[in-house]
């Protein structure tokens, strides 16, 4: 005869667990092992599973749970087989992590759309809109009677949009926002500010009350330090991530790692903002970023040392 299960927890003490959970995961602080943990509390019951898909879909709506947040109690370990629910629950909290044993990023999993490392993301909005996402990207998407609007909360990606005079497509990313006027163009998150290029069409960048407008061929920056002028780009160039390939010419050191690490299983770290500032130029596959090291290595005359869970030191 089989030992009686202990009751599972009264409803209101699931909620206040899974809230603390999203709590733990959206910290900053959080590691592989609380990812673990959260497979294992999720795995306990179908109710477990359906409590944190409730807590992550209320941290993303509103942004703010740590109110609802009570201490949370370490988890047990409990061997029960997964119903559709928990394997859902288990697939927010495997995807987007890094895998450097350390710092993992959770609010990828809790986005409306987000991509891993390595891979990139084609969507079709319901407004026949496209849009192109690169690698460690994430995005929410909120569409309404008088506007169309993405908020780009890390990464990059390339927008196609349709045009719909009664309802602007707006994209905001660190304090700015990116309206298309009938368009294509990319928001990139770089370094601490925002790239934004135009391929097609016109698109009108806002930052704290200042205003360009930025036509076909033109790139500019905002961040911290304000907007910066227009720039005369390739626009194809800059773009070509899409095929698979970066092309650099005597861009600082740092901003290729940046795009390297969107596809690299684990972290490249330069040990010197000397070696960061570095120009490199040249065109490397994106699914081959370790070519990408070696020549980094030979033309800069750099040494990479290789660390468990996947770092690389550039120094």
Same mark, same amino acid.
């Given at each position: 005869?089989?030992?009686?299960? =202990?009751? !599972?927890? =009264?409803?209101?003490?699931?909620?206040?667990?899974?809230?603390?959970?999203?709590?733990?995961?959206?910290?900053?602080?959080?590691?592989?092992?609380?990812?673990?943990?959260?497979?294992?509390?999720?795995?306990?019951?179908?109710?477990?599973?359906?409590?944190?898909?409730?807590?992550?879909?209320?941290?993303?709506? &509103?942004?703010? #749970?740590?109110?609802?947040?009570?201490?949370?109690?370490?988890?047990?370990?409990?061997? $029960?087989?997964?119903?559709?629910?928990?394997?859902?629950?288990?697939? !927010?909290?495997?995807?987007?992590?890094?895998? !450097?044993?350390?710092?993992?990023?959770?609010?990828?999993?809790?986005?409306?759309?987000?991509?891993? =490392?390595? @891979?990139?993301?084609?969507?079709?909005?319901? @407004?026949?809109?496209? $849009?192109?996402? @690169?690698?460690?990207?994430?995005?929410?998407?909120?569409?309404?009677?008088? /506007?169309?609007?993405?908020?780009?909360?890390?990464?990059?990606? %390339?927008?196609?949009?349709?045009?719909?005079?009664?309802?602007?497509?707006?994209?905001?990313?660190?304090?700015?926002?990116?309206?298309?006027?009938?368009?294509?163009? +990319? %928001?990139?998150?770089?370094?601490?500010?925002?790239? %934004?290029?135009?391929?097609?069409? #016109?698109?009108?960048?806002?930052?704290? *009350?200042?205003?360009?407008?930025?036509?076909?061929?033109?790139?500019?920056?905002? *961040?911290?330090?304000?907007?910066?002028? /227009?720039?005369? %780009?390739?626009? +194809?160039?800059?773009?070509?991530?899409?095929?698979?390939?970066?092309?650099?010419?005597?861009?600082?050191? /740092?901003?290729?790692?940046?795009?390297?690490?969107?596809?690299?299983?684990?972290?490249?770290?330069?040990?010197?903002?000397? $070696?960061?500032?570095?120009?490199?130029?040249?065109?490397?596959?994106?699914?081959?970023? @370790?070519?990408?090291?070696?020549? $980094?290595?030979?033309?800069?005359?750099?040494?990479? &040392?290789?660390?468990?869970?996947?770092?690389?030191?550039?120094?």
């Amino acid at each position: 005869m089989n030992p009686a299960q =202990p009751p !599972l927890p =009264p409803p209101e003490n699931l909620a206040s667990q899974a809230n603390a959970w999203v709590v733990r995961l959206t910290s900053g602080q959080a590691t592989v092992e609380d990812a673990r943990a959260l497979r294992e509390w999720c795995a306990t019951s179908a109710a477990h599973a359906e409590a944190y898909r409730q807590a992550a879909q209320l941290w993303k709506q &509103t942004g703010e #749970v740590a109110a609802l947040a009570k201490p949370l109690a370490p988890p047990r370990r409990r061997h $029960i087989a997964l119903a559709s629910a928990v394997a859902a629950c288990i697939a !927010l909290v495997v995807v987007g992590w890094t895998q !450097l044993g350390g710092l993992a990023d959770a609010r990828a999993v809790l986005a409306d759309h987000h991509t891993a =490392p390595g @891979d990139q993301q084609r969507i079709e909005l319901e @407004d026949g809109s496209i $849009i192109e996402m @690169d690698a460690r990207s994430r995005l929410n998407v909120e569409f309404s009677a008088t /506007q169309r609007h993405i908020s780009l909360g890390g990464g990059a990606a %390339v927008f196609h949009v349709q045009h719909d005079a009664k309802r602007p497509f707006v994209v905001s990313a660190a304090g700015g926002t990116v309206t298309a006027i009938g368009t294509v163009f +990319e %928001v990139r998150e770089q370094g601490a500010g925002i790239k %934004v290029t135009c391929s097609e069409g #016109v698109v009108a960048v806002n930052q704290s *009350g200042a205003r360009q407008l930025l036509s076909a061929g033109e790139q500019l920056r905002y *961040g911290e330090q304000g907007i910066s002028a /227009q720039a005369k %780009v390739d626009a +194809e160039q800059e773009l070509a991530w899409r095929q698979g390939l970066l092309v650099f010419k005597n861009r600082p050191l /740092q901003e290729l790692v940046d795009e390297l690490n969107r596809y690299h299983r684990g972290r490249i770290v330069l040990t010197s903002a000397r $070696i960061a500032a570095l120009p490199v130029s040249g065109v490397f596959h994106l699914q081959r970023p @370790d070519e990408a090291l070696r020549h $980094i290595e030979q033309t800069l005359q750099l040494s990479a &040392t290789e660390l468990p869970a996947g770092l690389v030191l550039l120094r």
